[in-house]
């Protein structure tokens, strides 16, 4: 049995820290001496344990900076190996910290979201121990962010990076904001990405996060979590894009804290070749009157292994709770895997909550629809395949994004050339 | 231009043409006409290459070549177009992407270049007006959240676009109103010309009032009992299936 401690490499919290977050660090740390390295006994890891691999043999030299971090667009964060470069942030009414540079009461705020309350996700508790500097990103009451945030999260060489951002719209705020996860070119080593996000939205607020893991490269490990707050009639609506890595994982909490708020959960997978993508979704609702709607669509290829895991908790207070959750898979393979478990937690006896999960391959009448019009059959199935994951993708708010996107899918899922 | 002899199909074990005989040339608009479960649609599906139904007799040439021996997809590109009695919806592949595949397929099989986007633009808006659809048709998923008329002016765009040489209309008049009517009939009638031919399959009088054919044919358990000009449907309309000795309670 590996402890979680094993992986530990600084030896105390950075200097430059306020001291409430040194403090939090320093109990996280004595917390991990009782975390295990999940194994596939572990429930919340039982499908994907296996591609945690030799994860405790993973090299501690990091590159400083590959000079990205230099060069950074308006209105764009990066965050490379855990240290934070930013332009100024020209988004009348939000404001930008690292870290360092946060004030005790700030300190506390960041301590108090879903993932950094959370003791049940390994890495996480990892990341709150490890993490050396984080973006604080807040938006001021009233505010409508005109234009949308960037947050670039970078890797570099081999070796292990934590990524920390906390976001916190104030009263009857909006913002979007775009959390791309990237690695340079690690020319075959071994690396582990691990990200924490966590917003709170206040009374009123509304939030559209745009969140892609596009990196392909066999040897990245990507183990990431978002975690969401939602006060009384806030709006929280996502969009992920997750393309296979040897292991990547995203969990995905909302906390509906308080009555009237509603949350929407978009998400694409697609995996190749030996890829392999984890979600695990989780929405809490605590408070009555909420509603939560989720659509996950996932595309498994070659030897490459989805898995989905949504989980919606209905407390015994939340009355009148709408939920609906749906997951929808391709198979395009014999070798594929998806690995779908829908989990429906309810105590309030009031509630709507729907959920559906299919497996399954391309529809004939579909591809016969397209035949009669004189498409080849391989081409038919290509389109259908793309057409699965593309109505999804079309509902991103930001044009250019799901354009993006849907480049990126059109040529991975092209069978000819 | 397509030659029917004796055709026979059968769907899940069920025999349902039992001996199908049509000449069909150059030019000429047919109509067939007959009560429920009589073989429309299914002869509809097997000329289009419907691989749920299975061709267990008879022989079908389409400008001398066997059709029953081309791929659905190969007897699209040699120009048979079926119009849908039932589109199938397709969210998440646009109208747009959808006409511009399939006429380079086309094309491609003619020996063509691949069309150009602009060439192609330009096609697309002038037939979805055609039909009276709104452009923003094009870029919405094919059929996807379309009304039943809506759907079936699609069908119509899409043969606008493909200029097939033998197009098949089944049952594309049900349900529609007067003026969707008109629009379905009026792309049909700006597609007849010498070198094309057109089989309706239909159910009621009313669509040959604005498309009129050259023939008539009455189909019953599954082969053609009587042919005619424009004026057998006319006949029908007034007496019925009953005169020609079928029993159109006992089939519906």
Redesign the interface.
């Known amino acids: 049995m590996t402890r979680l401690n094993a992986l530990l490499r600084g030896s105390e919290p950075a200097a430059s820290l306020p001291s409430s977050l040194k403090d939090f660090q320093l109990t996280k740390r004595k917390a991990l001496d009782t975390v295990l390295l999940p194994t596939r006994k572990t429930e919340n890891w039982k499908y994907s344990a296996k591609r945690l691999g030799d994860i405790n043999g993973l090299p501690a030299d990091l590159k400083t900076s590959s000079g990205l971090a230099e060069k950074t667009d308006p209105n764009t964060v990066i965050i490379e190996n855990g240290q934070v470069a930013h332009s100024d942030i020209g988004i009348a009414g939000v404001t930008l910290k690292t870290f360092d540079m946060l004030s005790e009461d700030e300190a506390k705020v960041v301590m108090q979201g879903v993932i950094a309350r959370s003791d049940d996700l390994q890495f996480a508790q990892l990341n709150h121990a490890e993490f050396s500097n984080g973006v604080f990103v807040s938006v001021a009451d009233h505010t409508q962010a005109e234009q949308a945030l960037r947050i670039i999260i970078r890797h570099s060489g081999q070796g292990i990076s934590y990524s920390r951002v906390f976001i916190t719209l104030g009263k009857l705020a909006s913002l979007t904001v775009i959390e791309e996860l990237s690695f340079d070119d690690l020319g075959g080593a071994s690396a582990l990405l691990n990200s924490v996000t966590d917003c709170t939205l206040s009374a009123g607020a509304r939030m559209q996060y745009i969140r892609s893991d596009m990196d392909q490269q066999a040897q990245s490990k990507v183990i990431g979590a978002t975690g969401v707050v939602q006060n009384r009639d806030s709006f929280f609506e996502s969009h992920c894009l997750g393309l296979g890595t040897h292991l990547d994982r995203h969990d995905f909490r909302i906390e509906m804290a308080e009555p009237g708020a509603e949350c929407n959960l978009n998400g694409v997978c697609v995996t190749q070749q030996q890829q392999h993508y984890d979600n695990h979704t989780s929405i809490e609702h605590i408070a009555p009157n909420c509603q939560s709607n989720e659509s996950y669509r996932c595309i498994a290829g070659d030897q490459s292994q989805i898995v989905f895991n949504g989980r919606i908790h209905i407390h015994r207070d939340a009355q009148k709770t709408l939920g609906s959750m749906s997951n929808k898979n391709l198979l395009l393979s014999n070798g594929a895997e998806i690995d779908s478990k829908p989990e429906l937690e309810i105590y309030a006896d009031d509630v709507k909550c729907a959920h559906g999960t299919t497996i399954g391959q391309l529809d004939e ?2 591809i ?10 391989e ?1 038919a199935r290509q ?2 395949t ?6 999804l993708v ?1 509902a991103n708010p930001i044009a250019e994004i799901a354009e993006q996107w849907e480049d990126k899918l059109a040529s991975l899922l092209s069978f000819e050339q | 231009m397509l030659s029917i002899s004796n055709l026979q199909a059968s769907v899940e074990d069920k025999q349902i043409l039992t001996g199908l005989n049509l000449e069909v040339k150059a030019g000429e608009v047919h109509a067939i006409m007959g009560p429920n479960g009589s073989g429309k649609s299914t002869l509809s599906q097997v000329l ?4 749920a139904y299975e061709v267990n007799g008879g022989s079908v040439s389409l400008e001398g070549n066997d059709l029953l021996d081309m ?3 190969d ?3 040699e120009g048979v ?2 119009a ?1 009695q039932y ?2 919806e ?4 646009s109208n747009l ?3 511009k ?2 006429i380079n ?2 094309r491609q ?1 003619r020996g063509q270049d691949e069309i150009n986007a602009a060439e192609f633009m330009k096609l697309a808006k002038q037939k979805i007006q055609q039909v009276n659809l709104d452009p923003s048709f094009l870029k919405r ?1 094919v059929n996807e959240g379309f009304s039943g008329g809506e759907k079936k002016r699609n069908e119509i765009m ?1 043969m606008l676009m ?1 200029e097939p040489k033998l197009a098949i209309l089944d049952e594309t008049d049900s349900g529609l109103d007067i003026d969707a009517l008109r629009v379905v009939a009026d792309g049909v009638n700006a597609l007849r010309s010498p070198d094309r031919a057109v089989i309706m399959v239909t159910h009621y009088q009313r669509l040959l009032d604005y498309i009129v054919p050259d023939y008539v044919h009455v189909l019953a358990n599954g082969k053609i009992i009587k042919s005619g000009g424009k004026e057998l449907a006319l006949e029908l309309e007034e007496r019925g299936y009953g005169w020609l000795g079928i029993d159109e309670k006992a089939k519906a």
């Open positions: 009448q579909e016969y629809y397209l035949k009669t019009r004189g498409i080849k059959d081409q389109m259908l793309l057409g699965f994951v593309l109505e079309r | 289009a290459g419907n691989e791929s659905t997809e007897r699209a590109r177009f079926l849908f589109p199938v397709i969210p998440g592949v992407q959808f006409m595949t399939a397929n086309i099989h998923g899409q493909l």
